[in-house]
């Protein structure tokens, strides 16, 4: 496993934009899928996105599509979600997510390694 601490989280406006980052330690990512994960006060976690380990192969959540980013930076151990146009009801705890996978073109359906989550708030 890998230890994964995330952060970027925070208030922003209707229509702003946010950038959370996933560091890792404890291992390289090259072999691993990532995913951003979140939960709404509640709701059950959703998975709003990830990143295969080879390709890449990314999947985004319909409620996200065309507003959120994923991209990893394997030289850094790093995964990135860029969030744009962000609404009210994406309002949650984001969790960086990681799979011990090998060279896969797909994300795999659990995730072994979890972030602690960091808030965001989209509110005026």
């Known amino acids: 496993q890998v230890q994964l601490v995330e952060s970027g989280g925070g208030l922003v406006q209707p229509g702003g934009s946010l950038r959370l980052s996933c560091v890792a330690s404890?291992?390289?990512?090259?072999?691993?899928?990532l995913a951003w994960f979140r939960q709404a006060p509640g709701k059950e976690r959703e998975r709003a996105s990830c990143?295969?380990?080879?390709?890449?192969?990314?999947y985004y959540a319909d409620s996200v599509k065309g507003r959120f980013t994923i991209s990893r930076d394997n030289a850094k151990n790093t995964v990135i979600l860029q969030m744009n146009n962000m609404q009210p009801e994406d309002t949650a705890v984001y969790y960086c997510?990681?799979?011990?996978?090998?060279?896969?073109?797909?994300?795999?359906?659990?995730?072994?390694?979890w972030g602690q989550g960091t808030q965001v708030t989209v509110s005026s």
């Open positions: 997510a990681a799979d011990l996978v090998g060279k896969a073109t797909r994300c795999p359906p659990s995730y072994d390694s």
């Open positions: 404890g291992d390289n990512l090259d072999d691993y899928a």
């Open positions: 990143i295969s380990s080879s390709g890449p192969y990314t």
